[in-house]
């Protein structure tokens, strides 16, 4: 039977956030940010694994107590996430078959009810799919002044989240050969294959932590948590 693996890309330094230890380590609520992430992974009944994905330079992982059922360590992380992603999948050694949910490590106030419906949505499926938004503001694009060149119909805009959820086989074959700067998600390395991912609604709450401003709004939702 197929196996379903969460797959955690957890080798970013966090640039953007501009703290001394990369985000994913921060302390939120008590834990580190990413122990939400995998705690939540790891209570989803369908998912047999969660793999974390770390730098070999990864100073912080083992400070930290995971205790976390299901959890294993990958310390194959590279230099995109993409290139984290494809590492960590030649580690698991998958069959072609088994289900790979790749979710980014800072997305830590995702909630079972979506990874069950993005799986409940997804079993069945030929290729696969991943949690999204539809886009619910009127979108500009920008001259490079910063003023508005033109407004977007957001008809059939949607954000892409995380988790992404596709067949071991086809995200090894989408990831093998592209070029890492050229795609920010598994999705668009599949659609390079000419397959089309299934959108499935997120929520609004599954936001990457991105910049410090975040971890207010990060806190908040997780307090208001009873369990995961
Ligand atoms: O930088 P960004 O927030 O887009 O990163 C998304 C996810 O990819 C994060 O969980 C980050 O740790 C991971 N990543 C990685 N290896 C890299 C760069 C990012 O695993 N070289």
Redesign the pocket.
Known sequence: MARMIAL?????????FGAPS?K?YLQLNGKPLMWHTLATLAAVPGVDEVAV???PQDEWFDGFDWDLPKLSVRRV?????A???ANGLAALACAEDDWVLVH????CCLSVAAVERLIAALSGHAVGGLLALPVPDTVKRADADGHVAATVPRNGLWLAQTPQMFRAGVLENALRGVAAEDI?DEAAAVERLGLKPLLVEGDAQNF?V?YPRDLALARAILAAREDY
């Open positions: 955690v890309p957890a080798a970013g330094s966090g640039s953007r990369p994913q994905v770390v730098s992380g590279g230099s995109s996430r290139e984290s992603v980014d490590a800072a997305r920010t990457k991105t």
